[in-house]
């Protein structure tokens, strides 16, 4: 079994310390959890281990000889592989040639690209994940979201007998954030299957119940500072989550502050668009409705119709008295806001400053004003808490919670009429969650109406006031929260709608 150690790791950005003497130790045969909020330098580690960003100070040694972490090729060379949280990819390839980027694609006599045997070693990948059911020569860009994911995963499995090291360690980011429970599963039997190799697993998740059942072993960063580390069996759900935030959170949702309001803000009857069928529902201000049910029953498709992008074909939908929007920039301007959920590639340019990815969509209330943009951003940053070191940075150097936070602060800007939540806390800390839970309740307290999906039933339950059910596009149910378990919710995304 492989022993890991890495001592005095630092990384500082000008006078803000991402990293300040964190030691980590990680054995094989062993999975051991990364937990912080965003923010904490969970990323920049990875980062660091994975070669693509140089730290201050490391030393680094496997089996008790040192080595260097240079490049992201000196990191593979050593047998160290990463499965990353964003799902970027190149959706105009195969899922074959996804999976193989970065690598040296194997050849026929030196010359053309031998397809079959990258076919084969992706396949190979992806039945070792439990995944076979991808089609390695399909576009990548067509797969939904949790084969995405899986797709990513796999890639780290192919292996090629020639040029690579056996796996000592692999680095897995939030895994399970783009998957359903059953993929969890499977991600699951493959992490013990690894750890049986005898490679070490760092598993980098927020999800506290997930480590505490398939962990070994858990480290707590804080401000880039290590607060805590030693074996699950030793800590509790309460005591990682102080660790993590210096301070009690309640494992609650904040109370709604008052009852939804008697003015209808959307109203639905038999409405068709694309795959969707048989939608009816009211949506009152100051309400929150949830939208559930499997994996691709139509959830995202759902929102989506209400920024235009989903054209209804039969019933009757409005939106405060009139039709729904066109597009996008009509449903920006009629008072609705949209969260996607992929806040990478459908919702951020993270090449942009933070400010300006506030601003984007209001750019002609605020005429473009860089002093305007400012206000707005600040004012809007401080009610998100944002965690920044100014304004002008690019949204790519934000951690992923605060990338949330930034696109909260985008839809809030004016108070809409109507919220849109794809996924709203996938990927964020406890901590940030709470926040996020707070900024939800605190706008429908003012009359917005809210909509919202999420894959976790708990975050329905404990903030939603009903939830639509969808099975295989149609709505089955619509249920009242009082009284509902998460067992209960679940039971509605198998039973038939009642005659």
Known sequence: MNHLEFRNICKSYGSAKALDGVDLSLRGGQVHALMGENGAGKSTLIKVLAGVVHADALTAKVDGIEITLTSAQAAQRVGFRFIHQELNIVPQVSVAENMLLGRTFPRRFGLAVDWRKVN??????????GADHINVGAPAGDLNT???????????FVFDPVTDERAVLYVLDEPTAALTSAESELLFDVIGRLAATGAAVLYVSHRIDEVLRICDSVTVLRDGQLVSSGPTSETNKAQIIRDMTGRDVADAYPTAAAAPRPNLIVGMAGVSAGPLSDITFELRAGEVIGIAGLANAGQSILLETFMGLNPITSGHAQLQGGALPR???HAWKRGVAYLPKERRSEGLMLNMSIRSN???PHLTGVQASVRRERQMAETLGRQMRLKCEHLDQPVAQLSGGNQQKVLFARALHGLPDLVLLDEPTRGVDVGAKYDIYCTVREASSKGCAVLMTSSDLPELLGMCDRILVLQDGRQAHMLDCDGLSS?????????PKAA
């Not at 084969?120 to 994940?129: M, S, T, Y």
């Not at 949790?146 to 780290?156: C, F, Q, T, V, Y």
């Not at 067992?487 to 039973?495: C, I, P, Q, V």
């Open 120 to 129: 084969a070693r992706a396949q190979d990948a992806l039945a070792f994940l």
């Open 146 to 156: 949790g084969d995405r994911m899986l797709m990513k995963i796999a890639a780290a």
């Open 327 to 329: 597009s996008p920039e």
């Open 358 to 360: 506030i601003a984007l």
């Open 487 to 495: 067992s209960d919710l679940l039971s509605y995304f198998y039973a």
